[in-house]
């Protein structure tokens, strides 16, 4: 199971991106897919997952900013992020977790490398 992630960089606050994951070797369709982040110094935190049949699940702090979508024909999943806040500065990986329901995501399976995202001024 492997993971391509893009996407991440430096943006000030307010600002936007779009994180992309493409599998290699597996179909993101059939699978739940997921973001987490992890800022230095602090735990691992589910951001927003998706999954076959299952509730999309945000983060309290990122829902109505961030959103997660599939797009299987290019076996991709996005996390668009807007308005962006210094506190969203973090490391965000793309992976598969186990478990989705509507108020929790995880633990995940697998990931990839990750992708940086700093918001500052």
């Known amino acids: 199971v492997q993971f391509v992630e893009s996407g991440g960089g430096a943006v000030q606050p307010g600002g936007s991106l779009r994180l992309s994951c493409e599998g290699s070797?597996?179909?993101?369709?059939?699978?739940?897919m997921g973001w987490f982040r992890q800022a230095p110094g602090k735990g691992r935190e589910a951001v927003a997952c998706?999954?076959?049949?299952?509730?999309?699940y945000y983060e309290d702090s990122v829902r109505g900013r961030f959103t997660i979508s599939v797009d299987n024909a290019k076996n991709t999943v996005y996390l668009q992020m807007n308005s962006l806040k210094p506190e969203d500065t973090a490391t965000y990986y793309c992976?598969?977790?186990?478990?989705?329901?509507?108020?929790?995501?995880?633990?995940?399976?697998?990931w990839g490398q990750g992708t940086n995202v700093t918001v500052s001024a």
């Open positions: 070797d597996f179909f993101l369709a059939y699978e739940n």
């Open positions: 998706i999954g076959n049949r299952q509730p999309t």
């Open positions: 992976g598969k977790p186990y478990t989705i329901t509507s108020g929790r995501c995880g633990p995940f399976g697998s």
